[in-house]
């Protein structure tokens, strides 16, 4: 979810033995979203927060990354 025009960032956590860049993120999502809709950073993870139930921490990430 955007506030005010801002451009997503995606999160990304590949599988394990799994590769992909920035530039291979966008290209792959182009053809997929609309143009304004296309983040323009990546973050790459190991893993996402979670809650104790297995939920993702979405307030956590927001918090850390916005």
Do not use: C
Request: charged share 25%.
């Amino acid at each position: 979810m955007t506030n005010g025009g801002e451009v997503p960032r995606a999160i990304v956590v590949l599988k394990p033995g799994g590769s992909i860049s920035q530039e291979g993120i966008v290209d792959h999502l182009s053809s997929k979203l609309a143009r304004y809709k296309i983040p323009r950073t990546a973050v790459f993870l190991d893993e996402l927060p979670r809650t104790a139930s297995g939920k993702i921490r979405k307030a956590d990430l927001r918090k850390q990354y916005s």
